[in-house]
């Protein structure tokens, strides 16, 4: 067993310790600094914490027995998918207490049922893995995330994954199944049915969807497939205001209907940030504008020429002054760039300086009203910002996002002071707007105060005593949601 050399554990954390190492073996329990640090901070960098071990079982028996091992001693667990989630729901705290169980050797694709239009698998593969395994019989699975290579299936389903294709299949909830879980105190639910309808009562699943590895560790799925799209048309388009995105939006989903998959918005200052910090990518558009609407629309029908008939609606409203310009995809290679584009976001953001991401929903009607509350508070309130937009019209989730110079807040707390402040700010517009403060990334560690102040007392209540229900010793991810 590897021991960490800062810390001697006391004799009853090395029975732990012993007993974590006959379940998984020695070369899946880490626990010296060095070989646990991947796990202790998240993808951007933004949290980082500290732990007794990390467990890496391979199977849902082994996930089990080590945390039946946390049930008897009393240790605290944080489940751990790609470790790419946005709130720090993922990270353990700085006590070191805890015990990651990570379930990244949890990989297999169960059972392929073409039939059943499902897939089951573990729920540490890789949402690209899910993805291309559907494929492969010809079918889709439609959730779409920039962090599709890392994030896990247990990842998407704790925190109810949103995306780009939320529009058409909607999100992590709507395409789950079937669960599979390890309870808080090591009992295996197998809820992995793969049925369309199953009226027998309340529905422990959606109980899990959300949830944040605060209830139990999702170990397996069963996934809805789709048809995979035969027809395909990519258009990045160039428009005055965020305004008329809404009507573009609106026009082509009278037009096109369900074959809508994807309408995803960014303003100029993002689309420009994007450029300036991945050169390798080019703007498809002769000129810039204001705002830039990215859309997808798919079907199944090979014969349907999808690019002209939007060519065509997109010709229409541009001679009706509704947009500014507008741009087809030709090949696979045009439409990746495209994507690319969108899809870059995140990692610009993070290089451009210290940002303050919000991940707010409003009613989609509303939206404009946000962009303009949020654009015009932030250039009065914190001039030394640069306010930048990105994200689903179509699902009325806007990524607001306020950048300072790096050099202003060398001091972290004096940054997060701020970072509170412009909080603070972006949720008065989305309340006064009936918005939600969270629509796609979850809660986590980042945002506890805002839910309690934000949320409905009487929704809190309940959700606290569902807590309790599930996991009396509060042993699930503490810290975290709640
Ligand atoms: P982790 O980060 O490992 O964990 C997230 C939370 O789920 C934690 O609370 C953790 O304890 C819990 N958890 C993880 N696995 C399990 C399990 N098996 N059982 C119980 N609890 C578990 N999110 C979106 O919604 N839409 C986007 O468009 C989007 N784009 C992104 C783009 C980039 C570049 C990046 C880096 C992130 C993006 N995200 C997006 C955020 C993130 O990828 C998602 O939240 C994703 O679902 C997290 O999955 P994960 O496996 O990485 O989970
Ligand atoms: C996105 O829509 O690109 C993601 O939610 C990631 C982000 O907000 O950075
Ligand atoms: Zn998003």
Known sequence: MSQNPSHRHAPEGDLVLTAFEGVVGAANLLATVGDMARYLVDARGRYRGAALCVVRPANTAEVAATVAICARAGIAIVPQGGNTGMCGGATPGAQGRSVVISLERMRSIREVDPANSTITV????????????????????????????????????????????????????????????VLPDGRIWNGLRGLRKDNTGYD??????????????????????????????????????????LALLERIRCEFGERVTTFEVMS?????????????????????????????????????????????????????????????AESGAQAENIWHIRHSVTEANLKAGAAVSHDTSVPVSRVPEFVAGVEDGIRTRFP?????????????????????????????????????????LVDEVTVSLGGSVSAEHGIGRSNRARLQRHKDPIELEFMRQIKRVFDPAGLMNPGILL
């Open 122 to 181: 573990d729920a540490g593969c890789p949402l690209a893995a899910v993805q291309e395994a559907a494929s492969e019989i010809g079918k889709l699975f439609p959730l779409s995330l920039g962090s599709e290579g890392t994030c896990q299936i247990g990842g998407n389903i704790a925190t109810n994954a949103g995306g780009t294709a939320v529009l058409r299949y909607g999100p992590m909830r709507d395409l789950v199944m079937g669960i599979e879980a």
């Open 384 to 424: 030394d910002a640069k306010s930048y937009f990105v994200g689903h019209i179509g699902d009325g989730n806007i990524h607001a996002i306020a950048i300072f110079p790096r050099e202003k807040f060398l001091d972290p707390q004096r940054f997060s002071e701020v970072a509170g402040e412009v909080n603070a």
């Open 204 to 245: 422990l699943k959606h109980l899990f969807i959300g949830s944040e590895g605060t209830l139990g560790i999702v170990t397996g799925a069963v996934l809805k497939l789709f048809s995979q799209p035969a027809a395909s048309a990519v258009a990045l388009v160039a428009l005055p205001d965020v305004g008329a995105a």
């Open 268 to 328: 100029d200052s993002e689309y420009q940030l994007v450029l300036a910090l991945r050169t390798e990518l080019r703007s498809p558009l002769a000129g810039q504008a204001p705002w830039y609407a990215f859309i997808e629309l798919t079907d199944a029908i090979e014969a349907l020429d999808l690019r002209t008939a939007l060519a065509e609606t997109l010709g229409e409203v541009m001679e009706a002054g509704g947009i500014n310009d507008a741009t087809l």
